[in-house]
């Protein structure tokens, strides 16, 4: 369970006229953004998304918001409003739509395309509205306007969500890139005049709050790539999210200018760009792509190959190259390029992936010895001249670990925003906009949902401790066969144990010990087989405790004859 917060009650019902706010997800973590708005009995959802998991989550695929809040009021969902088409935005999507298949999928062309072609895969097809920066929707009582914000994928939306109870605006994630390579700036006019009418609850991307000054403008990302281009005489990796069509677009110009041909690796990767390029997002000179089989056919110096995983994900195609499980292999004179920063919690998964690449011999450049990437989100100085232009009475961070919203409320302190008017919530927070003023009502369970393969939501935090155990203490099994009638051991006890250093000789002492207890649990009159069970996973977990200093999974059986 995520964000269990005991201390607060359950939200009173919403006053009449008021607006309510509850973060789904995206408060206290980095992915699986959701929030839900409601007025007037009717809701809102902006984003869904997912979060990946980290190495203490064994075994899962996907983490989701917790829908249970909304699970019997689906029919009051007026529409979903994506910001972007990030993963940590519309991930999610698909799960939610098997609950309603018919709800309205609200976003900019490029992001539906993309939820199009993952609901694709999940057999499902939307209600999708397209919509662009300047336009102003309504949605039963949500009037929703639409501002451009720059970020790292084109087409990313602001929006302002307009009711009787005033005026919220979500910035989805953004940054004030002042030369984007698409020449889309965040509307920083818009946001001025939405300023002078006044917003109510400021909902803004947290991320960077810690980060000092400004972010630095993605057209210095390509002279970069140009150099490290130019010393390269082997093969060129360059892993990169599957969606930052931007930086994607400055590598096919880099190749194409040192006459090298660009193959994309990856399914998602492949899957983007395809729709990014029929769509004019991504402008590919003619000649310049090849298919994958045929890049052993070109010399080293002639080839570029552009990858998914540069978060370390162990399936993702980076990670298998580094492990020699792919049909790309790198060597010595070979350069990979990881352009992406590191998402929080993601660093030992990268590191493990650049010292593999570099044990086989590649040359690694990343964002920690050259300047090969540029966040997405905007930084301290960005968001106090946000702050500045709007003078927002309500502020609400969002987006980021609870460090990153607590840096983000502080600068919203520093412009001028009352303490008490920032709200520092977290997933699950029910927020009241009332008469100009949010506080926050409540809690309600908002808990992880993990997608386990073909199961969603059935695993729980205690079978993951036990794939825990399992993975860091090993196993042992414990058998024996009891006669029924006297108590008798009739066969056993058997040991057996599974990721241990040790021999399994190392339990013979404790057989005898293990005997004598089970019999004299018998001769006491007990000989319910499931107190015996308990018997030996006492013994035996003392045993191990203390010799071992291991606390492994013990499963023991006993049976009766």
Do not use: W
């Amino acid at each position: 369970m995520s964000n269990a917060h005991p201390e607060l009650p359950a939200p009173p019902p919403l006053p009449a006229g008021g607006l309510r706010v509850v973060p789904l997800g995206g408060l206290g973590e980095v992915g699986r953004n959701m929030s839900v708005l409601e007025f007037d009995g009717r809701l809102l959802v902006i984003d869904c998304g997912v979060l990946f998991p980290e190495d203490h989550q064994p075994g899962v695929d996907l983490i989701l918001p917790d829908f249970e809040y909304i699970a019997d009021r689906l029919d009051d969902i007026e529409a979903i409003i994506l910001t972007h088409g990030h993963e940590d935005h519309i991930g999610g999507v698909p799960y939610l739509l098997r609950m309603r298949r018919d709800i309205p999928v609200v976003g900019s062309q490029l992001t539906l395309a993309f939820i199009e072609a993952k609901l694709k895969e999940h057999r499902i097809t939307p209600v999708t509205f397209a919509v662009k920066e300047g336009r102003t929707e309504s949605f039963g009582a949500f009037e929703c306007e639409f501002i451009a914000v720059n970020h790292s994928i084109p087409d990313a939306l602001a929006v302002a969500v307009t009711t009787p109870a005033g005026t919220v605006l979500n910035t989805g994630d953004f940054k004030m890139d002042q030369l984007p390579l698409d020449g889309r700036i965040t509307d920083l006019r818009a946001f001025a005049r939405l300023g002078e009418k006044g917003v109510d609850l400021f909902m803004v991307d947290s991320t960077n709050a810690e980060v000092p000054g400004f972010v630095t403008g993605e057209q210095e990302i390509g002279p970069v790539l140009e150099g490290v281009f130019d010393q390269c005489d082997g093969r060129i990796v360059v892993a990169s999210f599957a969606s930052h069509v931007h930086r994607v677009q400055q590598v096919l110009n880099a190749a194409h200018s040192h006459g090298r041909k660009v193959a994309f690796v990856g399914r998602s990767m492949v899957r983007n760009m395809g729709i990014a390029s029929e769509l004019g997002y991504l402008h590919v000179p003619d000649g310049l792509l090849v298919d994958l089989k045929k890049i052993d056919a070109l010399p080293d110096d002639q080839v570029v190959l552009m990858c998914t995983g540069s978060q370390g994900e162990p399936m993702a195609a980076l990670s298998r190259i580094a492990n020699r499980d792919h049909k790309v292999s790198v060597g010595p004179g070979d350069t990979v390029i990881l352009a992406s920063s590191l998402i929080p919690g993601n660093e030992s998964s990268v590191f493990r992936v650049i010292n593999g690449l570099t044990r086989l011999g590649a040359r690694v450049v990343h964002s920690g010895n050259a300047k090969v990437h540029v966040s997405g989100h905007a930084s301290a100085g960005e968001l106090i001249y946000c702050y500045n232009i709007l003078r927002p009475r309500n502020v609400m961070p969002i987006h980021g670990e609870v460090r990153h919203l607590v840096a983000n409320g502080a600068l919203a302190v520093r412009t001028g925003v009352p303490p008490e008017r920032v709200v520092l919530a977290e997933d699950g927070f029910v927020i009241d906009l009332v008469d100009g003023k949010a506080s926050i009502v409540g809690a309600v369970p908002c808990g992880y949902v993990y997608v386990d393969g073909s199961s969603v939501g059935e695993l729980t935090d205690a079978e993951l401790k036990d794939r825990r155990i399992l993975g860091e203490e090993g196993f042992i099994s414990i058998f024996a066969v009891i006669d029924s009638s006297t108590g008798k051991i009739v066969a056993g006890p058997e040991i057996h144990a599974r990721g241990f250093a040790e021999d399994e000789a190392v339990f013979d002492g404790i057989l005898p010990q293990l005997s004598d207890s089970l019999e004299e649990a018998a001769a006491g009159g007990n000989v319910d087989t499931h107190q015996l069970q308990q018997v030996m996973r006492r013994v035996v977990g003392r045993f191990v405790s203390n010799r071992l200093r291991r606390r492994p999974m013990i499963v023991p059986v006993v049976v009766e004859a």
